[in-house]
């Protein structure tokens, strides 16, 4: 990780696994979540702090995750059904709940079609955020499968020569099983940097590199910067900008990549893309 | 497209479809290859050119196929046959048949697939240069489905922090019908720049911009430069860098995208990925 991204020693504040789970359990039964998804709930969270994914972990993600289910925006009991089905697909209404805890149910359906048919991928609408995508696309692994995950995300990022914020972050995950050696795990935003990296550099106090982000008309900001305001509506300072940067260096295929992103998982899965007005948070597509 | 690659006015010979079509059809079906497979074969070619593409085009490809045949790399009469397949995958041994003609075929057993069961997935081994792999993606939009294809190619790009090339430019194509607007096509190399563009360069005497190559110790050169030498083997003047350039601007991103494309063309193929020795030169997927 780069070390704008590395909490200074003196700053962390070091705590054991267990007792974590069991803190996150608590706080997603006081939710108003059942038991068996609150495990669910906590062992994606831990999950992604104990693979280094601090962006997707307790500190940086549960407290958005409570807020949202104080004011409405997350389900705590959704009835998520399948609304469509095919022999290899499926596409689940999400029923606005939270998607750390639907993701791993869609993610079993596809892996049950996948021992069908050779492969499953299962849509998802009316979804909300998917935590660390790579969770999902991992529970193929134990299948001997490969397993694959992405989401389409309100939109914080530029495309290439735009001014206006048009898409997500939209991150690709992919888990491959390599026999004797660890697994072969990708997971990354196709975003510059994703946006909770952003978060971390805010409270980090820490400089965004040159290529990240793009200033208020547009422009890829190509030295040292401070990181933009939060929150990707109404004014901010500065938006994201694709891997890539800028066009010269291949931003047209960060561009490019987070389109098919929001066609997969956001217009496949009948939830719309990013700059869809209207649309819901999230729409998901993973598949083994 | 960047003026690297543009060609001079005054260099340019404009040539006309139809009879640029009958030419490719005859060199075709002088070295060997049947009437349909050679019409197939031009029609890939000409619609690269068509398109704009004139990396996978007649001028840039034509020359490098009819070598292969003449050399034995390319078997103008292959017995393909599908080794594997499960309802919704395929796997074919491509029995040293150009992938511009096999690819097709391989496209067309996914789309059934995906009429069946909501997804055709085939992997293809033992295979040869795809051309431009949107062509084989866009089969899909007149039945109104989503196409995918990507190639693993033989290696000729650097891993991020690497000094020897392990992977290929390794393209990913999407084609997604878009109702009455025009569908979308993505096709891009995820190394900064396609192994193609670097010939276009050295024809037409360009320099290269920041980020797209490293030195012979894999630094990247953030300044304008010189075209590589040709020939991925052997004593180059510097390889190509993955989508992003450098660690700081996401090249990781690029590294991790160019081994999912080995991954699910090279090694799920059962042909090898871009650095395994002895591979044979291409392993594709293409999906529906």
Known sequence: MLKQFMVNEEDAIMVQEAPLRETVITVFKKMGVND????????V???????????????NMLRGYIAGYGNGTLNPNPDWKIVRETGATANID???GLGIIVAPKAMEIAIEKAKNTGVGMVTMRNARHM???????????EHDMIGVSMTSCPPGVLPTFGAEPRLGTNPIALAAPAD?????????????VAGNKLGLARRLDS???????????????????DPPAPGYEGPASGYLLPVGGTRELGSHKGYGLMAIVDILGGILSGGGYGANPGRPNFGHMVAA
Chains 1, 2 share one sequence.
């Open 180 to 192: 004797k050696e660890p697994p072969f795990v990708f997971d990354a935003a196709m975003s510059a």
């Open 36 to 43: 068996a998804d609150s495990a669910l709930a906590a062992d």
């Open 207 to 225: 400089k965004l590199l040159p290529g990240w982000v793009a200033n208020a008309e547009g422009e890829p900001i190509m030295e040292e910067t």
């Open 94 to 96: 999400c029923d606005a």
């Open 131 to 141: 935590g660390m995508a790579s969770y999902h696309a991992m529970m193929a692994l």
């Open 45 to 59: 969270l831990v999950t992604a702090d104990m693979r280094g994914v601090e962006t997707h972990g307790v500190s």
